[in-house]
């Protein structure tokens, strides 16, 4: 698959199959992601990928945190999305709740929607990523720079995934279940598997601006 290709075909993928990825293909696909540039080649990110019981555990106790807790991620989340965002943002929302059939004011359809994200829409495999607490913006660019590295290597694999910065809410979990050091903010989840075509989720599709809303060539 070139790189034009996986760039097209990937998307976020929300209902997978419950069939673990080999753990051959799965290292592989982090082997080769650190590849990815980063600021000074500082190579910031670090990742713990949860399979099995300890996935199982993880998500389990982040479906509890998720009823029972107020959410403390490291990296607050943006409060106030303004024009344009606010738009790409309503659009986003609303491409994938009519993709599961829920209506704009069924708040427990919707409410049950969100809390799909933390047992990972039951992916077989989830990683929770982050950096050094003592770097910030740069070294963030430089996990963005990982994350597509990856996720773009799991579509030439045929494995699906779906960044997750809602697996950020609750670090304290995370924390303990994988042993992620204090030093280590977290920033996302990834969840990663085999998608499941029938699932009304993953029919979900988003759109994109022209290419002169991002980027002027003078
Ligand atoms: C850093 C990051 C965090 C994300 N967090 C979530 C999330 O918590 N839950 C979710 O369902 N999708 C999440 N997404 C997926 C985005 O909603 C998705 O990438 C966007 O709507 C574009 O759709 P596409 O990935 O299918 O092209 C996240 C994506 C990124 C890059």
Redesign the pocket.
């Known amino acids: 698959m070139d790189v034009s290709r996986a760039v097209a075909e ?3 993928t ?1 209902a997978f199959l419950a069939k673990d990825v080999p753990a051959e293909t799965l290292r592989s696909i982090f082997e080769r992601a650190q590849r990815a540039p980063s600021w000074c080649n500082i190579q910031p990110w670090r990742a713990w990928v949860a399979s099995g019981e300890t996935r199982a555990r993880l998500t389990s106790e982040m479906a509890r945190a998720a009823l029972e807790a107020a959410p403390s991620p490291d990296v607050p989340f943006p409060t106030d999305y303004p024009e344009p965002y606010g738009t790409h943002r309503r659009a ?1 929302g609303r491409a ?1 709740y009519e993709a599961m059939g829920v209506a704009r004011d069924d708040t427990a359809g919707r409410q049950a929607a969100w809390l799909r ?1 933390f047992v990972a829409f039951d992916a077989p495999h989830v990683a929770i990523v982050g950096f050094d607490t003592r770097f910030d913006l740069y070294a963030a660019l430089d996990v963005g720079c990982w ?1 597509q590295t990856v996720l773009l290597l799991a579509r030439e694999e045929g494995v699906s995934a ?6 950020s809410l609750y670090p304290k979990v995370s924390r303990e279940i994988l042993g992620i050091p204090e030093q280590v903010k977290i920033l ?1 989840g990834i969840a990663l598997g085999y998608e499941d075509p029938s699932a009304p989720a993953n029919a ?1 599709l ?1 759109a994109r601006d022209p290419v002169e809303s991002n980027v002027t060539f003078r």
């Open positions: 990937r998307r976020s929300r986003c994938l994200n994350l779906c960044a997750q910065a809602s697996l996302f979900c988003t």
